[in-house]
């Protein structure tokens, strides 16, 4: 069982940046592919980064060159630094792990990301 706690969304100004972290507990973090997803209302949830137990890393095009997933395996967290935002960025985020990158079984809860205009 993996356990994971999201923090860091907010209220931001267009073009400000967030950095959201995900702790995880439970199962070797480290073995694990992490992901960030975010569901906006009325919309279905997306997978935004993800990055691989090796580190290797992929993007939804929306956020390409401003988004950046990273992992401290040292410290059980996975990190999705948020530059640029847009106000189309608004979305509830939610961190999720699995055995790779098309497989999550474990969810964290959702952390609430607003970008004004």
């Known amino acids: 069982q993996v356990q994971l706690v999201t923090s860091g969304g907010g209220l931001v100004q267009a073009g400000g940046s967030l950095r959201l972290s995900c702790a995880a507990s439970?199962?070797?973090?480290?073995?694990?592919?992490m992901g960030w997803f975010r569901q906006a209302p009325g919309k279905q949830r997306e997978l935004v980064a993800a990055?691989?137990?090796?580190?290797?890393?992929k993007y939804a095009d929306s956020v390409k060159g401003r988004f950046t997933i990273s992992r401290d395996n040292a410290k059980n967290t996975v990190y999705l630094q948020m530059n640029s935002l847009k106000p189309e960025d608004t979305a509830v985020y939610y961190c999720?792990?699995?055995?790779?990158?098309?497989?999550?079984?474990?969810w964290g809860q959702g952390t609430q990301v607003t970008v004004s205009s």
């Open positions: 990055i691989t137990s090796g580190g290797s890393t």
């Open positions: 999720a792990a699995g055995p790779n990158w098309f497989t999550y079984a474990y």
């Open positions: 439970g199962r070797t973090f480290s073995s694990l592919a």
